[in-house]
């Protein structure tokens, strides 16, 4: 089996994609409440004009983790001409919601509400926009108790920002598996955060930082036939974010400060709230990981390749029989899924 | 021409060189006066409108000197001709003909200095180029004559004679000793045997230990004759004064063989009697029985394949070869040319269709075929055109010829059938049933986008499943990665409804496919290619584009067309077993 067949193994476990049968729950607990706040702030006067799906599952990086819930984030957006003047009175409504559902604990974050929901591992995230005629949104920012100057309702492109990470351009030679192909390292390096990283710096480590900085970086691998060397496109992509871009700049010997703008208006740094300390570690790791897949592209013992690539992103990581690369265990011969398919050949 | 330049620069450069007037021109011919080995030299050139070859010098008075090599000359002429050159392998400076001159009369020069001063080399030259040598005394309108003979005794032979008004083969004499014929001569010759049944005349043929220099011209003849008799060993010279000569008649012909340092030669002469009133005499080999016969230097051809095959670029390694071709169609059928002309001796052709005039211009064969099996057609037209070919034709499928004990038969199988289906079949036999035989299996995709060979050698990576990997997710693909033209297209069109459907190709578009597949088999064949391989052409898109079809991501990827690449993909499952 080839090492490209491992990494497609190996995102096929980790892969989490809305549709999938995991996700059901979370899937129809996401309708209902989605439905319950349109009818609330229909009552409240200011309906609902739209809403969607932010983050992974919108961009489609989402992976699953064991024991880790669910994330539901669902942007919910009111009219700007009938928005309440405090963007705390729209979050309060979400969270009687909630509430009502019986959430216990639910609250008022700076961006959203939230809210967990242990039984379904399900982890709810709302933020609220207004949003005006010009097309422009505001992101309802401030806490349950937040005084006037803690509380606004920022600028922000939601939209845009899910776009920009969608993109890609479609007339360019293999551009749709190139784009596949970016979003499966994504995966891959979210599943390296999660396995490498305590949950305090993890959390620091923000999947929309990862999913910036790869966009911007992205060296894809592809053949002329098609056929994906995700290894490759792995390792020049962390190489360009760490030697070609400054994302990470030294502040003293051996420390660095990380910043990722986002690529959308007002260009906020994703990781301005990130420590020194977070940063090194985060850079310092990101190196590691990079060496030892420069291992693995060494290594031509195949056992010896995916011990390597275990010991990075978890045992997810499909093992290896131990034999030579050449000699490989069997792959399981896979037909395929079409009846029929038109071809071109003649004679 | 402007020959006054020309004469002021020779002179420049040192040569003594004169013009002569003609009745009609200022300048006739320019006349180079030397002096070589201690002899008076004079060379000649004789005025030319243009020069659309290097321009030659000739040697005036050759009966002073001692022979030269690459010399010729006529009976009776004042002057003798120089070879210093291949005509084509130099490109003349016609805009400035006077360096042409220059370096033409320098390596006339050199010539005729070599020749005159080192006798050695000069008899190592007569020899060496003694088919020149013979052929340039023969004259032009003399018709050639085909020995089927390669004894290496005497024997006599019979002669047939050129009908009328026949063309190509039909035109030449046809020498051949009783019973060296075989059956199974090609069948052209054959034909003309058969023809010719009737019309014998008597020739003898005589192989020499050793060529001696040819005639320097024709008058030389006679002489030249009777002291090659003089030379010949008892028993050959026995043979012929013996037996052949109780032969009688109005004329015979006298083939020799004789070896040089090119490889043997043939040659022949030609006896009639000068006043056939005298009844029919035996053949001359005295001075003065040689008075009643005219003697006419003759070309003599072989059909010989040690001496055809190379010079006309096939290889004979590959006689020994044995190929099945499936698929006799534009693909196949030049395939199978392609592969005879470059020498291989045994193709045996597959095909159940029959040609029609909708194959016309595709297809290599002519439509005298249409109506026959495609690969009866194809045996019949191989047949005519390669002599030392055997063709055997059958009318089964692919899927028919799942037979171990076939197939093991060949040194490689070449599919070309356009079916995908049916070879993914016939490659799953040859797999489950451990067949160790080579395949090829060869496509043209529509349009003039493309087309592609597949090399599948048993024991080395690579298989056809190998071009049949989906790259989404390494499932078993039911179209090929290598396409340029993405799947699930109705790339076919029709005329007369869906038994008529076609897939447009051109002729070019099949004979370049047929061209990498062949290149291909004999690479292999010769085991230059040892590792299974693939080869694709990818052409022009426009076709393709303005009739509204998809392209596939590899036709825009793809920059190596007509390399050789590894066959080997490592998503393949059978290969990664």
């Known amino acids: 089996m080839s090492l490209q067949n491992k990494f497609k193994k190996f995102h096929d476990a980790i892969k989490l994609g809305r549709k999938d049968l995991e996700y059901t729950t979370a899937r129809l607990k996401d309708d209902s409440i989605t439905s319950d706040i349109v009818d609330r702030f229909k009552e409240d006067g200011y309906p609902v004009i739209e809403d969607f799906i932010q983050g992974s599952l919108a961009t489609f990086t989402g992976i699953r983790e064991k024991g880790q819930d669910f994330d539901i984030d669902r942007a919910i957006v009111i009219e700007a001409g009938l928005a309440p003047e405090n963007p705390i009175t729209p979050k309060l409504a979400v969270l009687e919601v909630l509430e009502e559902r019986g959430f216990k604990n639910a609250k008022i ?8 929901y242990k039984a379904d591992h399900l982890h709810i995230d709302i933020p609220i926009y207004r949003k005006y005629d010009n097309g422009q949104y505001e992101l309802a920012v401030g806490k349950r108790h937040s005084d006037e100057d803690n509380r606004e309702w920022a600028r922000s492109s939601p939209r845009e920002l899910i776009d920009w990470v969608n993109d890609y351009d479609s007339d360019e030679t293999y551009g749709s598996n190139k784009h596949d192909q970016y979003r499966r390292v994504v995966r891959y390096l979210k599943r390296w955060r999660n396995f490498t990283f305590g949950d305090d710096v993890r959390r620091k480590i923000h999947s929309i930082g990862i999913a910036v900085m790869v966009k911007e970086s992205f060296n894809s ?15 020049e992509t962390i190489n360009h974010i760490l030697n070609y871009r400054s994302y990470f700049t030294l502040v003293e010997l051996d420390k660095y400060r990380v910043n990722v703008s986002l690529p959308v208006s007002p260009n906020r740094d994703i990781f301005h709230s990130s420590s020194v300390a977070t940063a090194t570690q985060f850079r310092n790791k990101l190196s590691a990981l990079l060496k030892t897949l420069n291992k693995v592209a060494d290594e031509e013992l195949e056992s010896k390749q995916c011990e390597l690539l275990q010991s990075v992103f978890g045992e997810d990581f499909p093992e290896c029989a131990v034999t030579s690369s050449t000699s490989s265990n069997a792959v399981k011969t896979v037909f395929s899924s079409s009846g029929v398919v038109g071809t071109s050949q003649g004679a | 021409m402007n020959y006054s330049v020309i004469l002021n620069h020779l002179n420049d450069c040192g040569y003594k060189v004169s013009a002569i007037p003609s009745k009609t021109e200022e300048i006739g011919c320019l006349t180079v006066e030397l002096e070589i080995n201690g002899l008076p030299v004079s060379l000649s050139h004789f005025i030319v409108a243009e020069l659309s070859k290097m321009p030659s010098f000739f040697l005036a008075n050759p009966s002073a000197f001692p022979r030269p090599a690459h010399t010729a000359f006529y009976p009776g002429s004042l002057f003798a001709s120089i070879c210093v050159n291949v005509p084509d392998a130099i490109s003349v400076n016609f805009e400035r003909p006077e360096l042409a001159f220059e370096e033409s009369l320098k390596r006339h020069i050199d010539l005729i200095n070599q020749a005159l001063s080192d006798s050695e080399w000069n008899n190592q030259e007569l020899l060496r180029e003694f088919e020149a040598g013979w052929l340039s005394i023969v004259e032009q309108d003399t018709t050639p004559f085909l020995c089927l003979t390669e004894s290496e005794k005497p024997e006599e032979l019979c002669v047939l004679k050129p009908r009328k008004d026949q063309l190509g083969l039909g035109q030449y004499f046809l020498g051949y000793s009783e019973g060296s014929v075989p ?8 034909q003309i045997l058969k023809d010719r049944k009737s019309s014998k005349g008597i020739g003898f043929f005589v192989p020499l230990s050793e060529a001696k220099p040819a005639p320097w011209n024709k008058d030389e003849l006679a002489d030249w004759y009777l002291n090659l008799l003089s030379e010949l060993p008892v028993d050959v010279l026995t043979k012929l004064t013996q037996q052949f000569a109780q032969k009688r008649s109005y004329e015979f012909w006298l083939v020799f063989s004789a070896r040089t340092s090119s490889g043997i030669t043939w040659f022949g002469i030609h006896f009639s009697q000068k006043k056939s ?14 008075t009643e016969w005219l003697l006419e230097p003759v070309e003599v051809l072989t059909f010989n394949k040690d001496r055809l095959m190379p010079r006309s670029g096939a290889e004979q390694s590959l006689l020994n070869k044995k190929v099945m071709i499936v698929g006799c169609g534009s693909v196949g059928g030049d395939v199978a040319d392609k592969l005879a002309a470059s020498g291989v001796g045994c193709i045996d052709l597959y095909d159940p269709d029959t040609l029609s005039l909708n194959n016309l211009y595709r297809h290599i064969l002519p439509p005298m075929y249409v109506s026959f099996h495609k690969s009866q057609a194809l045996w019949h037209s191989l047949t005519s055109k390669y002599p030392w070919l055997e063709v055997k034709c059958f009318t089964k499928k692919l899927v028919d010829l799942r037979r171990r004990e076939l197939l093991r038969e060949y040194d490689l199988i070449i599919i070309a059938i356009g079916a995908p289906t049916q070879e993914r079949l016939f490659h799953d036999y040859l797999i489950n049933e451990r067949i160790n035989v080579p395949v090829i299996n060869t496509w043209v995709e529509g349009y003039g986008i ?18 049949y990997v989906d790259p989404a997710d390494f499932s078993r693909g039911l179209a090929s990665n ?7 297209q109705d790339l076919t069109k029709n005329h007369a409804g869906c038994g008529d459907a076609f897939l447009p190709y051109t002729y070019i578009a099949s004979t370049q496919t047929a061209l990498i597949t062949a290149d291909l088999s004999i690479k292999f064949l010769l085991g230059k290619i040892k590792e299974s391989s693939r080869v694709s052409w990818k052409g022009n898109s426009e076709d393709a584009t303005v009739n509204g079809f998809k392209l596939s991501g590899r036709y825009h990827a793809f920059i190596r067309t007509l390399e050789v690449l590894p066959l080997l993909n490592d998503e393949c499952d059978i290969c990664n077993e």
């Open chain 2, 450 to 467: 493309g087309g592609h060979a597949v090399l599948a050698i048993p024991e080395t990576k690579g298989c056809l499943r190998c071009a």
């Open chain 1, 109 to 116: 974050k700076k961006p959203c509400v939230t809210a967990d």
């Open chain 2, 482 to 488: 290598l396409n340029f033209l993405a799947p699930n």
């Open chain 1, 221 to 235: 691998s592809i053949n002329d036939e098609g056929f994906p060397d995700d290894l490759t496109a792995l390792r």
């Open chain 2, 277 to 290: 009133g005298k009844g029919r005499k035996t053949l001359p080999f005295k001075q003065s029985h040689l």
């Open chain 2, 183 to 190: 059956k199974n001569i090609f069948s052209p010759i054959n």
